[in-house]
Each structure stands twice: as C-alpha cells, then as structure tokens.
C-alpha cells in the first residue's frame, strides 16, 4: 500500500522564478492539505483540495495556488518566489477532509 | 516544541523509562487533536489521535490524555527506546477549521 509521495526531493530557484511542487495521494485517499514548515517551526496549512476544488485556505498570498487532477493527486504552485519561501512543503492526504492526515516526505525548497 | 528545530523544548529520557510530552491548547472550540513524530529529514508520522468526546485513548505503547478544563494535550510513551528519538507534535482543530500545529518538542533518548 502506497504511502503519501511528494516530487521532487530538494529544489533549488532563484528569487523571482516560479516552481511546481507535487503529491500523490496514499492509496483511497481523496483529500490533499499542502504545509510549509519552516526551519524551526510547526507546520503551517497553505490549502486543502478535495473534490478537485480548494475547500479550504490557510493565511498564504495569492503567489501560492494549487490544483488537483481526477486521480486525486495535487500540485502546489509558487510564483515571484521569496527568499522567505525557503521551506520544507508537506503534502499530507486523507480519506475525506475532516479524516486523519497521513504526511509525504515533504519537498525541500531553496530560494537563493 | 517545534519542528526540526533550533530552539526546541527538549526532554531527555533514560532507555526504558517512560515519556511524557505536554501540549497546552488555546481554542475552547478544539475538538480533534493529533500527535505527530517527525524525525530529521522526514515527514510528520501520524502517532495517535483524539475527539473532544474522549479523555483517553491507548495505542501500541502510547497514550494519549485529553483535558478539556484546563485545554491540556499530552502524549505518553512507554518504555522509550532509542527509535523514538524525535521532534512531536501536537495539532488541534475544531469543526472546519483546518489542523493547527503547535510548537513541538525534541525527545532525546538515553542509552
């Protein structure tokens, strides 16, 4: 049974640039919540999708948007990337939105 | 406590004795709370979680306590071995809201 898989590993952009982020869904799992955790700190909800559509928005700016596809996998999106964009980006997956979620590896991103 | 982090509280235990790791909670609202593990490197590992109906749940070699009058959270490990070596985590929400993590806590084990 497939656990949560996020792609790719590490990234490294430049201020400015835009970088695409994605997540595959554990297996039965139809709901993706995307994360940034900074060094340090907790996570912090971006955005959550279900259905397709973004149910839910945490206290992020426009810059950052998301999608997800039929087959429940989701990719997170950052545009005019930030020094402070420098983070770890989880993508946890649930069956439902209210169900527990189960986290990915995360992607590391650098913004030099 | 916070994520693999610098300035973490840390609590440090012997091999073989038990862990207790607290987490304070401030929305009276909060009805579903989770503990997550989250070693170097990695994402957050699902532990244990509870609903606002209970004050106790048991998995394998951990608990989980829930007090609603004072909004305290804590996470009990049995036997602490090596491999539980960690950054936890609590998290709250209530109703729609989304999963609000708290600062977490770096467990070091002692051999």
């Known amino acids: 049974d497939a656990g949560v898989t996020q792609s790719p590993t590490h990234l490294i952009k430049t201020r400015g640039q835009q970088v695409t982020l994605r997540c595959s869904p554990k297996s039965g799992h139809d709901t993706v919540s995307w994360y940034q955790q900074a060094l340090g700190q907790g996570p912090q909800f971006i955005f959550q999708?279900?259905?397709?559509?973004?149910?839910q928005r945490g206290n992020f700016p426009d810059r950052f948007s998301g999608h997800q596809f039929p087959n429940y996998s989701s990719e997170l999106n950052v545009n005019a990337l930030l020094l402070g964009d420098s983070a770890l980006y989880l993508c946890a997956s649930s069956l439902g939105p209210k169900d527990t979620q189960y986290f990915g590896p995360g992607t590391r991103l650098t913004v030099l | 406590g916070e994520s693999v982090g610098l300035h973490l509280p840390t609590l440090s235990v012997q091999e073989g004795d038990n862990s207790i790791i607290n987490c304070a909670y401030s929305?009276?609202?909060?009805?579903?709370f989770i503990w997550y593990k989250q070693e170097s490197g990695k994402g957050p590992q699902f532990i244990i979680d509870?609903?606002?109906?209970?004050d106790k749940r048991q998995g394998q070699r951990v608990t989980v306590l829930l007090n609603k009058t004072v909004k305290h959270l804590s996470l009990q490990i049995a036997a602490t071995q090596p491999g539980d070596s960690a950054v936890y985590f609590c998290a709250e929400s209530s109703g729609n809201t989304p999963l609000v993590f708290g600062k977490g806590t770096r467990l070091s084990v002692i051999a």
């Open positions: 509870i609903r606002s109906n209970m």
């Open positions: 929305n009276s609202a909060s009805d579903y």
């Open positions: 999708y279900y259905e397709e559509e973004e149910r």
